[in-house]
């Protein structure tokens, strides 16, 4: 029996750039980068209430954004244009990841729009056509789309899906934010990375070209970092301002996190594949 969509309390899980290069800037602005995709199982939850009119609104309101400029209801109006739909939708956000974290929320967020309403408006469109609805919103939101684990290249859209192991992951958030916009506006940021083929670079050590400019930048991205460093391999993912260290199990994560300074925030997490919400969506649909 198929459970109703309407019902369900759905997922938009984090990511993290468990390596990302930047390969050079493209005429356009934008730039090359190389990464690598995973998902962990832990994210925002939203919920999705039809409306009788045609209106897309987010609640609660996200402090400091206004309802319009929010990437659900961005999203959610891409969608119902495309269908030619008059149907309007009340999206509840329980926010859990922190803005400006390098997680992906904001993507991930708009992509779960996508793929959820798809379904609950009957759309019938292809991962493909929604990533692609995405793309025009965001170059991290093919890959919460898509819900494969992947090496991306380009503006980080040419997805190659790849297995990798899953380790649990202990990340820490500093009080602070770190705007995406301005890293890749830095003048001194490394743009000269080599790029190399997935081969290669499976088996070789991996880093983060922004990790440099933002340590340098925001102290307490740095301060994060080196405390996590005497613990496990860690890293920054994505532009920050978020760090992660990498453990074999649940309850050595677990036991880092009981030592970390009281004014930051944390959570642990295992990593996966396959994005949860698509977990989701097949449990719903069986």
Same mark, same amino acid.
């Given at each position: ?11 938009? /899980? ?25 998902? @962990? ?91 692609? #609805?995405? @793309? ?5 939101? !093919?890959? $919460? ?5 992947? $090496? ?6 040419? #997805? ?33 990375? !080599? ?23 925001? /102290? ?12 496990? !391999? ?9 760090? $992660? ?8 994560? #677990? ?20 994005? !949860? ?5 097949? #449990?719903?649909?069986?």
């Amino acid at each position: 029996m198929t459970t109703n969509l309407n019902d369900i309390e759905w997922i938009a /899980p984090a990511k993290l750039n468990l390596f990302l290069y930047i390969n050079g800037q493209r005429s356009d602005g934008y730039h090359e980068l190389q990464t690598l995709f995973q998902f @962990l199982e832990f994210g925002d939850r939203l919920r999705f209430e039809a409306r009788k009119d045609d209106k897309i609104i987010v609640e609660p309101a996200i402090e400091g954004v206004a309802n319009s400029d929010n990437l659900c209801v961005k999203a959610a109006r891409l969608l119902q244009r495309k269908l030619g739909l008059n149907q309007g939708v009340t999206i509840h956000l329980d926010k859990q990841l922190p803005m400006g974290g390098g997680l992906g929320g904001g993507s991930s967020n708009a992509a779960t729009c996508l793929v959820v309403l798809n379904r609950l408006w009957r759309g019938n469109l292809s991962l493909d056509e929604l990533a692609k #609805l995405g @793309l025009s919103l965001g170059a991290d939101i !093919p890959i $919460f789309v898509h819900g494969f684990a992947a $090496f991306a290249q380009g503006v980080g859209d040419k #997805l190659e899906k790849v297995k990798l192991k899953t380790p649990w992951y202990l990340v820490v958030a500093p009080k602070v934010h770190v705007a995406t916009a301005a890293v890749f506006g830095a003048k001194d940021l490394k743009r000269d990375t !080599p790029k190399r083929s997935w081969e290669k670079l499976k088996s070789s050590t991996w880093g983060n070209d922004c990790e440099e400019f933002v340590l340098k930048t925001h /102290p307490e991205v740095a301060q994060a970092l080196y405390w996590l460093l005497e613990y496990a !391999p860690s890293r920054m993912t994505g532009t920050g301002a978020c760090v $992660f260290a990498e453990f074999k199990d649940q309850a050595s994560a #677990l036991q880092v996190m009981e030592k970390l300074p009281a004014t930051w925030t944390s959570f642990v997490a295992k990593a996966s594949n396959i994005s !949860p919400l698509h977990h989701q969506l097949t #449990l719903s649909l069986s």
